[in-house]
């Protein structure tokens, strides 16, 4: 390698050197808050479902922004949320995990989350949402303390009309001489041209199923039997299919009828039951399942999560407003570098003694704990009086997170979303102190140089 070569390799090692010195601003950081839980009854079952949540919290918040919490679930176990019974796709599961607020803030800050399902049969793993989020709009300056709480989880069954085939046994259980007829003429107009026949008094046909009500879809036809319709204990229903919906006998064979109809049930587990009540046929189409459409989840199928291990509380503090609206104070006494108020400290007054002080007392009356404008937005207010006296400081005071137990994981995140950059980390001497040094460094490897090539010069000339 040449001495040139070598030279310029040493020039660049210096400039290197020097520029790793520069420091850049610390970046805001966010922390993990991790919590267990154990899940119960609903489409838990009464084995618990074990699931883990990380909340990603983050350390700096200011007066006027949101507290964005993000929450990411994982089973710890291998046991799942099932589903509670037949269902068509568009069933729903839904999450809601809860986080207090105390201290200078009052309130319950709730993470939603939900995942749609496909379609669905008895005991079959359901689709969790991955992931929650909540957000808090943080309107005075003070410490929070927030307390992980319970979480549910909940299960919404889609809105509308399950036809269940006569043929379906899985679903409809028969007792008695029941027939299946496979292929009945297209005249008939019989649902998927197939019908179950049972001409013996006291064959049954059953079916259990979740939801809001149901109907008997049979024949209207001459020379068949009276029907009982039975609904969980009601057994005042009967149908007569040898007339029409008005009264009247008929003479025709009308397959796929809604012989019975109920709508009106309350959302749960319910049984009907057909039963022949004279030694004459009766049929069976099918069977419609109807859910209606829910404002509420039904507590039927509710999970409830209680916390199994988390810090009792984790404190962040809400710092005020950035970006002074008067000029940084400076110091009578000449001999005296300026002082540089942080851009976190609010505007200083000066006096003749050349001691800037600025003190601001505020009272605070009791609000509301929270306001819901969304439903995943919560306004949470002062919780009651309040006084803070803010003094202006020469040196920059970070904003402090306070763990409560080890649990609390501190991972960088990366800068908090409030619109400007982090405060620097350092004043401005310090910025030109180092500036000075590379420009020695840099100065030291050009002389370096210079006496290089004279002394070659004298020696013979530069090769």
């Known amino acids: 390698m040449s001495r040139w070569r070598k030279a310029l390799i040493a020039a660049g090692v210096g400039m290197a050197a020097s520029a790793a010195l520069v420091m850049t601003p610390a970046e805001?950081?966010?922390?993990?808050?991790?919590?267990?839980?154990?899940?119960?009854?609903?489409?838990?079952?009464?084995?618990?479902?074990?699931?883990?949540?990380?909340?990603?919290?983050?350390?700096?918040?200011?007066?006027?922004?949101?507290?964005?919490?993000?929450?990411?679930?994982?089973?710890?176990?291998?046991?799942?949320?099932?589903?509670?019974d037949y269902f068509e796709a568009g069933a729903l599961t839904s999450i809601v995990a809860n986080m207090k607020l105390d201290g200078a803030w009052n309130g319950v800050l709730e993470a939603h989350g939900t995942q749609e399902q496909s379609a669905l049969q008895p005991n079959v793993r359901l689709e969790t949402p991955a992931g929650l989020s909540s957000s808090a709009h943080l309107t005075e300056e003070g410490v929070i303390q927030l307390r992980?709480?319970?979480?549910?989880?909940?299960?919404?069954?889609?809105?509308?009309?399950?036809?269940?085939?006569?043929?379906?046994?899985?679903?409809?259980?028969?007792?008695?001489?029941?027939?299946?007829?496979?292929?009945?003429?297209?005249?008939?107009?019989?649902?998927?041209?197939?019908?179950?026949?049972?001409?013996?008094?006291?064959?049954?046909?059953r079916i259990d199923f979740l939801g809001t009500g149901f109907e008997y879809i049979g024949r209207r036809m001459p020379g068949v039997s009276k029907v009982r319709v039975r609904v969980d204990d009601d057994t005042t229903g009967v149908v007569d299919p040898t007339k029409t919906e008005s009264g009247q006998p008929t003479n025709a064979i009308n397959g796929n009828v809604s012989l019975w109809k109920r709508v009106d049930l309350p959302y749960g587990k319910h049984t009907v039951i057909i039963r022949n009540l004279d030694n004459q046929p009766i049929h069976l189409d099918a069977f419609k399942v109807h859910t209606g459409a829910m404002i509420e989840p039904p507590t039927l199928h509710r999970a409830n999560c209680v916390v199994t291990s988390a810090p009792d509380v984790v404190e962040i503090t809400v710092k005020g407003h950035d970006a002074p609206t008067s000029p940084p104070p400076t110091t009578s006494d000449p001999t005296n570098s300026p002082t540089i108020t942080p851009p976190t400290s609010p505007p200083a007054t000066n006096t003749s003694t050349g001691t800037p002080t600025n003190t601001a007392t505020g009272t605070n009356s009791p609000s509301p704990s929270s306001q819901y404008t969304h439903p995943g937005i919560v306004i949470v207010g002062p919780g009651g009086t309040s006084t803070t006296t803010p003094t202006t400081s020469t040196s920059a005071t970070p904003t402090v997170t306070k763990y409560v137990r080890p649990q609390v994981v501190k991972t960088p995140k990366g800068g908090v979303n409030t619109g400007e950059a982090p405060d620097p980390p350092m004043d401005s001497g310090a910025y030109t102190l180092i500036a000075g040094g590379s420009a020695m460094i840099m100065g030291s490897a050009a002389g370096g140089l210079v006496l290089w090539r004279r002394r070659a010069a004298h020696a013979g000339g530069v090769k």
């Not at 919590?35 to 006027?64: D, L, M």
């Open 148 to 205: 992980p709480q319970g979480m549910t989880v909940d299960f919404i069954p889609p809105a509308g009309v399950v036809t269940i085939n006569n043929d379906e046994l899985n679903r409809i259980k028969y007792q008695g001489p029941w027939v299946h007829d496979p292929a009945t003429p297209v005249e008939y107009g019989d649902h998927l041209r197939d019908v179950h026949t049972s001409p013996q008094v006291d064959s049954t046909a």
């Open 28 to 84: 805001a950081e966010s922390f993990n808050l991790v919590v267990n839980y154990s899940c119960t009854g609903g489409i838990a079952g009464n084995n618990p479902v074990t699931i883990k949540a990380r909340v990603n919290i983050p350390t700096v918040v200011e007066v006027g922004s949101a507290m964005n919490l993000s929450w990411t679930l994982e089973y710890t176990n291998t046991r799942r949320f099932l589903s509670p």
